[in-house]
């Protein structure tokens, strides 16, 4: 009933046909902020507050830290699917 068996295409709209970009924009601010406390911020601040020298924390585990932490059996399983 939700869709009326509508068209994905029937179903959907664009925004910008019910209301101004700027409608939008304040109205979803609106709403945002009934829940988080939301400040202006211009992009020029926001780049220069920005820490060039950001240290990812993220790595690629090899097979033998992957064992190590307990994952042997799942690398096993894992080989056998690839395989088939």
Known sequence: MYRRARDH????CRMK????RSVFIDRTIEAVET????????LEAMETDLNPRFAHSTKLLTKQELEAAGFESRLK?????HSL
């Open 9 to 12: 295409l029937e179903f959907i």
């Open 35 to 42: 829940h988080f406390s939301v400040r202006p911020v211009r």
């Open 77 to 81: 399983t894992s080989s056998l699917s």
């Open 17 to 20: 046909e019910y209301m101004p």
